[in-house]
């Protein structure tokens, strides 16, 4: 997405990939991020295909959207990489890494498991669900083109994702919850479904689900995707506890419904039902596909090198964004 929009694009990078040590077993506090770029010669003279922006101010607003997605959530950059090569104009590529850290148990609990139960409340954590983010990551595989949908790049809160991470980690510390997921690529629908498939089944009303304005569709709930909101399985006897602990630290938390047994991927708005899947088809039900490639070696010729001054010639290569 830093294609489209270089700083919400990056910061959506850091702060996506920060949710994913989070996410894991109970979740683990994050203490460093690292990064790497490809990107075009930001020197770059020639004509820019429609759409395209300069790669010099994809370069400039990828690191300042990555460094600041960081230091704002909290957690200080360790180091990071940026390659330059002239294929990387159509399509730079952001990476973007987290470390974090969890104690192996809690009260005689293992931190790396994931336990979802039936009768588990579905509460989703965090930051409010909107059209910003739907498609991000069918938009991640696809080639750029000038009809690339700018709501792919979804709009990180590195705020809010802190004071949401802190509450969680006080929350597990206390034992409040048995699983989290984040709501990463898919939005609720994974984030549930793959919960679900824990339990055996879910019932979530997305009539509940606090939105940032009116007017979304029920598959835009559920699919928006989000770096700073995370959705969480809270046995029933720990649910109030749970949301006053949001509410005191000045966390949105919202009951979306319960884990089931029933086996199947159940989503309502109100009244109406408006998804009824099968687990087993919702999560093994997709078609075996094919898919071809070939391989290109590309051979380069070697340089002759006739240099009388080589201290002047060290200085231009080295001044060489590729190099």
């Given amino acids: ?51 395209l922006l300069h790669p010099r101010r994809i370069r400039d607003g990828v690191h300042r959207g990555v460094i600041e997605g960081g230091n704002q959530s909290g957690i200080p950059y360790a180091r990071g990489w940026e390659l330059f090569e002239e294929r990387f104009l159509g399509k730079p590529l952001v ?18 498991e994931k336990l979802v139960r039936p009768g588990d409340a579905v509460v989703m954590v965090g930051g409010r669900v909107g059209k910003d983010g739907i498609h991000g990551a069918t938009f991640s595989s696809e080639e750029l083109h000038a009809g690339s949908p700018v709501q792919a790049v979804q709009i990180g809160d590195p705020i809010t994702q802190k004071r949401m991470t802190d509450m969680l980690l006080e929350a597990r510390d ?21 919960m679900a498939a824990l339990a055996g089944g879910c019932d979530i009303d997305l009539a509940r689900v606090p939105l940032k304005y009116q007017g979304l569709n029920p ?38 419904g319960r884990f089931t047994e029933s086996g199947f991927f159940h989503v309502r708005y109100g009244e109406r039902t408006v998804a009824y899947l099968d687990l087993e088809f919702l999560h093994h039900g997709d078609p075996p596909y094919r898919l071809e490639a070939r391989f290109l070696n590309k051979r380069f010729e070697e340089p002759e090198i006739a240099v009388k001054d080589h201290g002047r010639t060290l200085l231009e290569m080295l001044a060489r964004p590729w190099s």
């Fill in 95 to 112: 990476f973007c890494g987290s470390l974090g850290e969890m104690p192996l148990q809690i009260g005689g609990v293992s931190t790396t």
């Fill in 1 to 51: 997405p830093s294609a489209l929009d270089p700083y919400g694009g990056a910061m959506t990078g850091i702060v996506g990939v920060n949710r994913d040590p989070f996410g894991t077993g109970l979740g683990a506090r994050l203490i460093a991020n690292v990064w790497g770029y490809c990107l075009g010669d930001p020197w770059f003279r020639g004509e820019l295909p429609a759409g």
């Fill in 219 to 256: 598959w835009e709930i559920l699919l928006s995707e989000a770096q700073e909101r995370m959705t969480v399985a809270v046995p029933p006897e720990s649910l109030a506890a749970f949301i006053e602990l949001a509410t005191r630290r000045g966390v949105e938390a919202t009951e979306l």
């Fill in 174 to 194: 206390r034992l409040l919850y048995r699983a989290l997921t984040d709501n990463g690529a898919g939005g609720l629908s994974s984030s549930v479904g793959e």
